[in-house]
Protein backbone atom coordinates (compact mmCIF):
# COMPACT_ATOMS: atom_id res chain seq x y z
CA UNK A 1 0.00 0.00 0.00
CA UNK A 2 2.98 2.41 0.98
CA UNK A 3 4.06 2.51 -2.66
CA UNK A 4 0.80 2.13 -4.97
CA UNK A 5 -1.64 4.59 -3.36
CA UNK A 6 -1.14 7.00 -5.74
CA UNK A 7 -1.92 4.56 -8.81
CA UNK A 8 -5.13 4.15 -7.17
CA UNK A 9 -5.75 7.30 -6.54
CA UNK A 10 -4.88 8.43 -10.19
CA UNK A 11 -6.94 5.29 -10.93
CA UNK A 12 -10.20 6.49 -9.06
CA UNK A 13 -9.84 10.27 -10.23
CA UNK A 14 -9.07 9.14 -13.90
CA UNK A 15 -12.91 7.20 -13.31
CA UNK A 16 -14.75 9.23 -11.62
CA UNK A 17 -13.59 11.99 -14.09
CA UNK A 18 -14.73 10.28 -17.05
CA UNK A 19 -17.83 9.80 -15.41
CA UNK A 20 -19.06 12.98 -13.59
CA UNK A 21 -17.33 14.90 -16.99
CA UNK A 22 -20.01 13.15 -18.85
CA UNK A 23 -23.27 13.74 -16.94
CA UNK A 24 -22.64 16.00 -14.28
CA UNK A 25 -24.47 18.99 -15.12
CA UNK A 26 -22.40 22.26 -17.23
CA UNK A 27 -23.48 25.72 -17.89
CA UNK A 28 -25.60 26.73 -21.10
CA UNK A 29 -22.94 29.12 -23.14
CA UNK A 30 -23.25 30.19 -26.25
CA UNK A 31 -21.03 28.38 -28.80
CA UNK A 32 -19.34 26.55 -26.14
CA UNK A 33 -22.81 24.52 -25.49
CA UNK A 34 -21.68 20.81 -24.57
CA UNK A 35 -18.27 20.98 -26.18
CA UNK A 36 -17.45 23.02 -22.74
CA UNK A 37 -16.97 19.33 -21.03
CA UNK A 38 -13.90 19.04 -22.79
CA UNK A 39 -12.61 21.29 -20.22
CA UNK A 40 -11.87 18.27 -18.10
CA UNK A 41 -9.84 16.36 -21.03
CA UNK A 42 -7.95 18.92 -22.95
CA UNK A 43 -6.80 21.58 -20.58
CA UNK A 44 -5.46 18.76 -18.34
CA UNK A 45 -3.32 17.34 -21.20
CA UNK A 46 -1.41 21.01 -20.80
CA UNK A 47 -1.35 21.02 -17.07
CA UNK A 48 0.15 17.38 -17.16
CA UNK A 49 2.44 18.53 -20.00
CA UNK A 50 3.87 21.40 -17.94
CA UNK A 51 4.15 19.03 -14.38
CA UNK A 52 6.10 16.45 -16.71
CA UNK A 53 8.47 18.92 -18.23
CA UNK A 54 8.91 20.76 -14.74
CA UNK A 55 10.04 16.68 -13.59
CA UNK A 56 11.95 16.73 -16.69
CA UNK A 57 13.76 20.27 -15.84
CA UNK A 58 14.31 18.83 -12.19
CA UNK A 59 15.77 15.31 -12.79
CA UNK A 60 18.40 17.28 -14.91
CA UNK A 61 19.28 20.07 -12.81
CA UNK A 62 19.69 16.85 -10.67
CA UNK A 63 21.71 15.22 -13.11
CA UNK A 64 24.15 17.97 -13.41
CA UNK A 65 24.49 18.07 -9.37
CA UNK A 66 25.89 14.36 -9.37
CA UNK A 67 25.80 12.38 -12.51
CA UNK A 68 23.77 9.65 -11.70
CA UNK A 69 22.78 8.32 -14.71
CA UNK A 70 18.81 7.63 -13.46
CA UNK A 71 18.07 11.19 -13.26
CA UNK A 72 19.02 11.18 -17.04
CA UNK A 73 16.31 8.58 -17.77
CA UNK A 74 14.10 10.64 -15.63
CA UNK A 75 14.78 13.68 -17.66
CA UNK A 76 14.31 11.58 -21.05
CA UNK A 77 11.56 9.77 -20.24
CA UNK A 78 9.58 12.66 -18.91
CA UNK A 79 10.59 14.70 -21.68
CA UNK A 80 8.88 11.64 -23.64
CA UNK A 81 5.86 11.46 -22.13
CA UNK A 82 5.15 14.92 -22.12
CA UNK A 83 5.31 14.59 -25.50
CA UNK A 84 3.14 12.13 -25.71
CA UNK A 85 0.88 14.47 -23.37
CA UNK A 86 1.23 17.34 -25.88
CA UNK A 87 0.16 15.79 -28.78
CA UNK A 88 -3.01 14.63 -26.77
CA UNK A 89 -3.67 18.07 -25.86
CA UNK A 90 -3.56 19.19 -29.68
CA UNK A 91 -5.53 17.11 -30.94
CA UNK A 92 -8.20 17.52 -28.21
CA UNK A 93 -7.94 21.07 -28.56
CA UNK A 94 -8.12 20.98 -32.29
CA UNK A 95 -11.35 19.19 -32.16
CA UNK A 96 -12.53 21.69 -29.65
CA UNK A 97 -11.30 24.84 -31.95
CA UNK A 98 -12.80 23.27 -34.92
CA UNK A 99 -15.96 23.50 -33.17
CA UNK A 100 -15.98 26.79 -30.90
CA UNK A 101 -13.55 29.47 -33.35
CA UNK A 102 -14.39 27.69 -36.69
CA UNK A 103 -10.97 26.01 -37.84
CA UNK A 104 -8.62 23.24 -35.99
CA UNK A 105 -5.80 26.22 -36.26
CA UNK A 106 -6.21 29.22 -35.56
CA UNK A 107 -3.18 31.32 -35.45
CA UNK A 108 -3.01 31.87 -31.56
CA UNK A 109 -0.21 32.76 -29.55
CA UNK A 110 -0.78 29.55 -26.63
CA UNK A 111 -1.02 27.04 -30.05
CA UNK A 112 2.15 28.90 -31.10
CA UNK A 113 3.70 28.30 -28.45
CA UNK A 114 2.57 24.61 -27.53
CA UNK A 115 3.93 23.58 -31.57
CA UNK A 116 6.94 25.49 -30.30
CA UNK A 117 7.49 23.66 -27.28
CA UNK A 118 6.81 20.39 -28.99
CA UNK A 119 10.01 21.14 -31.47
CA UNK A 120 11.83 22.24 -28.88
CA UNK A 121 11.89 18.66 -27.22
CA UNK A 122 11.98 16.49 -30.39
CA UNK A 123 15.63 18.74 -30.68
CA UNK A 124 16.48 17.70 -27.41
CA UNK A 125 16.10 14.01 -28.85
CA UNK A 126 17.73 14.64 -31.75
CA UNK A 127 20.42 15.97 -29.95
CA UNK A 128 20.40 13.17 -27.63
CA UNK A 129 20.49 10.96 -30.57
CA UNK A 130 23.45 12.13 -31.99
CA UNK A 131 25.90 11.88 -29.07
CA UNK A 132 27.17 8.07 -28.24
CA UNK A 133 28.71 8.62 -25.21
CA UNK A 134 26.18 7.90 -22.88
CA UNK A 135 27.73 10.17 -19.61
CA UNK A 136 28.23 12.73 -22.51
CA UNK A 137 25.12 12.31 -24.24
CA UNK A 138 23.00 13.20 -20.02
CA UNK A 139 25.56 16.04 -19.62
CA UNK A 140 24.93 17.53 -22.87
CA UNK A 141 21.35 17.25 -22.97
CA UNK A 142 20.58 18.04 -19.82
CA UNK A 143 22.37 21.48 -20.32
CA UNK A 144 20.49 22.23 -23.46
CA UNK A 145 16.76 20.97 -21.64
CA UNK A 146 17.39 23.69 -18.88
CA UNK A 147 18.45 26.44 -21.62
CA UNK A 148 15.06 25.34 -23.53
CA UNK A 149 12.83 24.89 -20.74
CA UNK A 150 13.88 28.53 -19.71
CA UNK A 151 13.26 30.15 -22.99
CA UNK A 152 9.98 27.39 -23.30
CA UNK A 153 8.24 28.97 -20.37
CA UNK A 154 8.67 32.18 -21.49
CA UNK A 155 7.70 32.14 -24.70
CA UNK A 156 4.28 30.15 -23.27
CA UNK A 157 3.69 32.83 -20.30
CA UNK A 158 5.13 36.17 -20.81
CA UNK A 159 4.74 36.88 -24.43
CA UNK A 160 1.12 36.06 -24.89
CA UNK A 161 0.68 38.30 -22.19
CA UNK A 162 1.85 41.42 -24.87
CA UNK A 163 -0.59 40.46 -27.09
CA UNK A 164 -3.96 39.31 -27.66
CA UNK A 165 -5.41 35.49 -27.69
CA UNK A 166 -8.33 33.55 -28.25
CA UNK A 167 -7.82 31.68 -25.06
CA UNK A 168 -9.43 32.75 -21.68
CA UNK A 169 -7.41 34.38 -19.66
CA UNK A 170 -5.15 36.69 -21.97
CA UNK A 171 -5.91 39.84 -23.97
CA UNK A 172 -9.69 40.88 -22.68
CA UNK A 173 -10.57 37.41 -22.71
CA UNK A 174 -12.25 36.36 -19.34
CA UNK A 175 -10.61 34.08 -17.65
CA UNK A 176 -11.89 30.78 -15.41
CA UNK A 177 -13.43 32.82 -12.76
CA UNK A 178 -15.20 34.80 -15.04
CA UNK A 179 -16.17 32.13 -17.38
CA UNK A 180 -19.09 30.83 -15.56
CA UNK A 181 -16.75 27.63 -13.93
CA UNK A 182 -18.98 27.63 -11.72
CA UNK A 183 -18.57 25.10 -8.20
CA UNK A 184 -19.95 22.29 -10.12
CA UNK A 185 -17.07 22.22 -13.04
CA UNK A 186 -14.81 23.18 -10.61
CA UNK A 187 -15.44 19.92 -8.67
CA UNK A 188 -14.55 17.51 -11.79
CA UNK A 189 -11.88 19.96 -13.34
CA UNK A 190 -9.35 19.77 -10.25
CA UNK A 191 -9.23 16.07 -9.96
CA UNK A 192 -9.44 15.65 -13.37
CA UNK A 193 -5.91 18.16 -13.73
CA UNK A 194 -4.72 15.69 -10.85
CA UNK A 195 -5.44 12.75 -12.34
CA UNK A 196 -4.24 13.00 -15.75
CA UNK A 197 -0.75 14.70 -14.16
CA UNK A 198 -0.64 11.30 -11.76
CA UNK A 199 -0.95 9.54 -15.10
CA UNK A 200 1.69 11.00 -16.68
CA UNK A 201 3.87 10.24 -13.65
CA UNK A 202 2.72 7.03 -14.17
CA UNK A 203 3.52 5.76 -17.40
CA UNK A 204 7.13 8.05 -17.04
CA UNK A 205 7.88 5.49 -14.43
CA UNK A 206 6.68 2.51 -16.03
CA UNK A 207 9.09 3.83 -18.86
CA UNK A 208 11.94 4.77 -16.48
CA UNK A 209 11.48 0.77 -15.20
CA UNK A 210 11.79 -0.56 -18.58
CA UNK A 211 14.78 1.20 -19.62
CA UNK A 212 16.59 0.46 -16.48
CA UNK A 213 15.61 -3.08 -16.86
CA UNK A 214 16.97 -3.39 -20.31
CA UNK A 215 20.24 -1.67 -19.78
CA UNK A 216 20.28 -4.70 -16.95
CA UNK A 217 19.84 -7.00 -19.69
CA UNK A 218 21.93 -5.75 -21.66
CA UNK A 219 24.89 -5.64 -19.42
CA UNK A 220 24.09 -9.89 -18.63
CA UNK A 221 24.16 -10.66 -22.30
CA UNK B 1 42.91 38.04 -13.35
CA UNK B 2 39.68 39.39 -13.16
CA UNK B 3 36.84 37.40 -15.28
CA UNK B 4 36.17 41.17 -17.20
CA UNK B 5 40.07 41.44 -18.00
CA UNK B 6 40.05 37.74 -19.40
CA UNK B 7 36.92 38.83 -21.50
CA UNK B 8 39.06 41.70 -22.53
CA UNK B 9 41.80 39.40 -23.50
CA UNK B 10 39.66 37.00 -25.26
CA UNK B 11 37.67 39.13 -27.06
CA UNK B 12 41.12 40.80 -28.57
CA UNK B 13 42.04 37.63 -29.30
CA UNK B 14 38.69 36.89 -31.17
CA UNK B 15 39.59 39.72 -33.00
CA UNK B 16 43.06 39.42 -34.12
CA UNK B 17 41.63 35.81 -35.00
CA UNK B 18 39.21 37.18 -37.55
CA UNK B 19 41.69 39.35 -38.74
CA UNK B 20 43.70 37.30 -39.97
CA UNK B 21 41.60 35.10 -41.71
CA UNK B 22 39.50 37.72 -43.18
CA UNK B 23 38.03 35.37 -45.74
CA UNK B 24 35.86 33.73 -43.33
CA UNK B 25 33.86 37.72 -42.51
CA UNK B 26 33.91 38.72 -46.09
CA UNK B 27 32.17 35.26 -46.52
CA UNK B 28 29.52 35.70 -44.47
CA UNK B 29 29.48 39.23 -45.31
CA UNK B 30 28.98 38.59 -49.09
CA UNK B 31 26.48 36.16 -47.79
CA UNK B 32 23.62 38.59 -46.54
CA UNK B 33 24.61 40.60 -49.37
CA UNK B 34 23.74 37.73 -52.01
CA UNK B 35 20.80 36.68 -49.82
CA UNK B 36 19.07 40.19 -49.96
CA UNK B 37 19.71 40.33 -54.00
CA UNK B 38 18.02 36.98 -54.36
CA UNK B 39 15.22 38.71 -52.31
CA UNK B 40 15.58 41.91 -54.20
CA UNK B 41 14.85 39.40 -57.86
CA UNK B 42 12.44 37.48 -56.25
CA UNK B 43 9.96 39.80 -54.49
CA UNK B 44 11.39 43.12 -56.72
CA UNK B 45 9.72 45.15 -54.45
CA UNK B 46 7.57 44.39 -50.96
CA UNK B 47 4.89 47.07 -50.55
CA UNK B 48 3.47 45.24 -47.60
CA UNK B 49 5.33 46.03 -44.34
CA UNK B 50 4.84 42.74 -42.46
CA UNK B 51 6.35 41.23 -45.33
CA UNK B 52 9.25 43.44 -45.70
CA UNK B 53 10.13 43.61 -41.98
CA UNK B 54 9.59 39.31 -41.72
CA UNK B 55 11.82 38.88 -44.50
CA UNK B 56 14.59 40.89 -43.10
CA UNK B 57 14.33 39.31 -39.56
CA UNK B 58 14.92 35.78 -41.32
CA UNK B 59 17.73 36.79 -43.60
CA UNK B 60 19.45 38.18 -40.63
CA UNK B 61 18.70 35.13 -38.62
CA UNK B 62 20.17 32.91 -41.49
CA UNK B 63 23.19 35.26 -41.67
CA UNK B 64 23.31 34.75 -37.67
CA UNK B 65 23.66 30.74 -38.06
CA UNK B 66 26.17 30.99 -40.33
CA UNK B 67 28.13 34.04 -38.50
CA UNK B 68 27.92 32.02 -35.03
CA UNK B 69 27.75 28.84 -36.07
CA UNK B 70 31.67 28.75 -36.19
CA UNK B 71 32.66 29.87 -32.99
CA UNK B 72 33.18 26.84 -31.28
CA UNK B 73 33.40 24.95 -34.12
CA UNK B 74 36.39 26.79 -35.58
CA UNK B 75 38.74 26.04 -32.75
CA UNK B 76 40.18 22.37 -32.48
CA UNK B 77 40.02 20.73 -29.04
CA UNK B 78 43.63 21.00 -28.12
CA UNK B 79 43.59 24.71 -28.47
CA UNK B 80 39.96 24.81 -26.58
CA UNK B 81 41.71 22.79 -23.64
CA UNK B 82 44.76 25.07 -23.72
CA UNK B 83 42.87 28.15 -23.36
CA UNK B 84 40.35 26.59 -20.50
CA UNK B 85 43.56 26.17 -18.48
CA UNK B 86 44.66 29.39 -19.15
CA UNK B 87 41.78 31.32 -18.32
CA UNK B 88 37.96 30.92 -16.79
CA UNK B 89 36.01 28.68 -19.63
CA UNK B 90 32.69 31.31 -18.76
CA UNK B 91 35.56 34.29 -19.73
CA UNK B 92 35.69 32.85 -23.34
CA UNK B 93 32.33 32.22 -23.63
CA UNK B 94 31.47 35.94 -22.88
CA UNK B 95 34.18 37.20 -24.82
CA UNK B 96 32.46 34.94 -28.06
CA UNK B 97 29.16 36.21 -27.56
CA UNK B 98 30.79 40.13 -27.49
CA UNK B 99 32.62 39.42 -30.49
CA UNK B 100 29.81 38.03 -32.15
CA UNK B 101 27.09 40.53 -30.97
CA UNK B 102 29.89 43.18 -32.36
CA UNK B 103 29.80 41.08 -35.68
CA UNK B 104 26.14 40.73 -35.75
CA UNK B 105 25.33 44.35 -35.27
CA UNK B 106 27.66 44.94 -37.82
CA UNK B 107 26.06 42.50 -40.42
CA UNK B 108 22.64 43.72 -39.61
CA UNK B 109 23.66 47.58 -40.34
CA UNK B 110 25.47 46.39 -43.67
CA UNK B 111 22.30 44.28 -44.69
CA UNK B 112 19.73 46.94 -43.82
CA UNK B 113 21.87 49.62 -45.39
CA UNK B 114 21.11 47.52 -48.44
CA UNK B 115 17.70 46.05 -47.70
CA UNK B 116 16.82 49.58 -47.66
CA UNK B 117 18.44 50.75 -50.87
CA UNK B 118 17.05 47.99 -52.89
CA UNK B 119 13.96 46.01 -51.55
CA UNK B 120 11.88 49.69 -50.39
CA UNK B 121 11.96 51.91 -47.14
CA UNK B 122 9.11 51.73 -45.24
CA UNK B 123 10.78 52.59 -41.81
CA UNK B 124 9.23 55.29 -39.95
CA UNK B 125 11.21 55.56 -36.90
CA UNK B 126 14.90 55.26 -36.92
CA UNK B 127 15.94 55.73 -33.78
CA UNK B 128 13.36 52.69 -32.59
CA UNK B 129 14.27 50.66 -35.20
CA UNK B 130 18.41 51.27 -34.62
CA UNK B 131 17.56 50.23 -30.91
CA UNK B 132 15.43 46.86 -31.56
CA UNK B 133 18.12 45.84 -34.43
CA UNK B 134 20.89 46.58 -31.52
CA UNK B 135 18.80 44.47 -29.12
CA UNK B 136 17.98 41.80 -31.42
CA UNK B 137 21.95 41.92 -32.75
CA UNK B 138 22.82 41.18 -29.30
CA UNK B 139 20.04 38.36 -28.44
CA UNK B 140 20.86 36.50 -31.81
CA UNK B 141 24.72 36.59 -31.12
CA UNK B 142 23.99 35.16 -27.23
CA UNK B 143 21.48 32.74 -28.15
CA UNK B 144 23.17 30.97 -30.87
CA UNK B 145 27.06 31.19 -29.29
CA UNK B 146 25.51 28.99 -26.58
CA UNK B 147 23.78 26.44 -28.89
CA UNK B 148 27.08 26.32 -31.22
CA UNK B 149 28.77 25.76 -27.63
CA UNK B 150 26.62 22.75 -26.85
CA UNK B 151 26.22 21.83 -31.14
CA UNK B 152 30.17 21.55 -31.05
CA UNK B 153 29.88 19.11 -28.37
CA UNK B 154 27.61 16.97 -30.71
CA UNK B 155 29.33 16.42 -33.79
CA UNK B 156 29.23 20.15 -35.05
CA UNK B 157 26.93 19.62 -37.89
CA UNK B 158 25.10 22.70 -38.80
CA UNK B 159 21.40 21.07 -39.36
CA UNK B 160 21.68 20.18 -35.36
CA UNK B 161 22.96 23.87 -34.83
CA UNK B 162 19.77 25.41 -36.66
CA UNK B 163 17.13 22.86 -35.02
CA UNK B 164 18.53 23.52 -31.64
CA UNK B 165 18.63 26.88 -32.26
CA UNK B 166 15.06 27.83 -33.66
CA UNK B 167 12.93 27.15 -31.23
CA UNK B 168 15.21 28.00 -28.88
CA UNK B 169 15.80 31.74 -30.78
CA UNK B 170 11.66 32.10 -31.24
CA UNK B 171 10.66 34.03 -28.12
CA UNK B 172 13.20 36.41 -29.06
CA UNK B 173 12.68 36.63 -32.57
CA UNK B 174 8.85 37.20 -32.60
CA UNK B 175 8.97 40.25 -29.85
CA UNK B 176 12.23 41.51 -31.68
CA UNK B 177 9.81 41.07 -34.95
CA UNK B 178 6.80 43.01 -33.07
CA UNK B 179 8.81 45.82 -31.78
CA UNK B 180 10.34 46.84 -35.25
CA UNK B 181 6.89 46.60 -36.93
CA UNK B 182 5.82 49.25 -34.20
CA UNK B 183 9.28 51.55 -35.28
CA UNK B 184 8.36 50.97 -39.09
CA UNK B 185 4.88 52.15 -38.42
CA UNK B 186 5.95 54.80 -35.83
CA UNK B 187 4.16 53.98 -32.96
CA UNK B 188 4.80 56.18 -30.46
CA UNK B 189 7.86 55.08 -27.84
CA UNK B 190 4.84 54.77 -24.72
CA UNK B 191 3.17 51.89 -26.87
CA UNK B 192 7.00 50.10 -27.99
CA UNK B 193 8.57 50.22 -24.31
CA UNK B 194 7.26 47.15 -23.20
CA UNK B 195 8.83 45.49 -26.16
CA UNK B 196 12.10 47.00 -25.93
CA UNK B 197 12.08 46.34 -22.38
CA UNK B 198 11.11 41.98 -22.91
CA UNK B 199 14.18 41.83 -25.38
CA UNK B 200 16.77 43.57 -22.83
CA UNK B 201 15.48 41.22 -20.28
CA UNK B 202 15.28 37.95 -22.35
CA UNK B 203 18.70 39.18 -23.56
CA UNK B 204 20.11 39.31 -19.54
CA UNK B 205 17.98 35.94 -19.32
CA UNK B 206 20.14 34.22 -22.04
CA UNK B 207 23.79 35.62 -20.91
CA UNK B 208 22.71 34.69 -17.34
CA UNK B 209 21.51 31.05 -18.25
CA UNK B 210 24.53 30.34 -20.60
CA UNK B 211 26.91 31.56 -17.69
CA UNK B 212 25.46 29.24 -15.31
CA UNK B 213 25.48 26.51 -17.31
CA UNK B 214 28.46 26.59 -19.25
CA UNK B 215 30.95 24.83 -16.58
CA UNK B 216 28.63 21.94 -17.38
CA UNK B 217 29.49 21.49 -21.21
CA UNK B 218 32.67 22.57 -21.82
CA UNK B 219 34.61 19.43 -19.80
CA UNK B 220 35.06 16.88 -22.27
Given at each position: ??????????AG??????????I????????????????YF???????????LT?????????L?G???????????????????????L???ML??????????????K????A?????????F??????????????I??V???????????????????T?S??????????F????????????????????????????????R????????SE?? | ????????????????L??R??????????????????????F???????????????????????????????????????????C??R?????K???????M?F??M???G????????????????????F????G??????????????????????????F????????T?????????????????????????????????????????????
Amino acid sequence: MKNYWWKILCAGLLFYTLVAGFITPVPRLDILNESIRNLYFHVPMWFAMMALLTVSLVASIRYLGGYKSRFDQVALQAANVSMLLGVLGLLTGMLWANFTWGKPWTNDPKLNGVAIGMLTYLAYFVLRGSIEDPAKRARISAVYNIFAYVMFMVFINVLPRLTASLHPGNGGNPGFDTYDLDSDMRLVFYPAVFGWILLGVWLMSQRVRLARISEKLSETN
Amino acid sequence: MSLAAQVAHLFRRELMLEQRQKYAFQGILLYVISTIFICKFSFREIQAVPSWNALFWIILLFAAVNAVAKSFVQENRGRLLYLYTLCDPRALLLAKMLYNALLMFFLAMTGLGIYLLLVGNPVQDYGQFLLVTFLGSLGFATVFTMISAIASKAGNNFTLMAILGFPVMLPLLITVIRASKNAIDGLDWSVSWKFHLAIAVLNVLVVALSYLLFPYLWRD
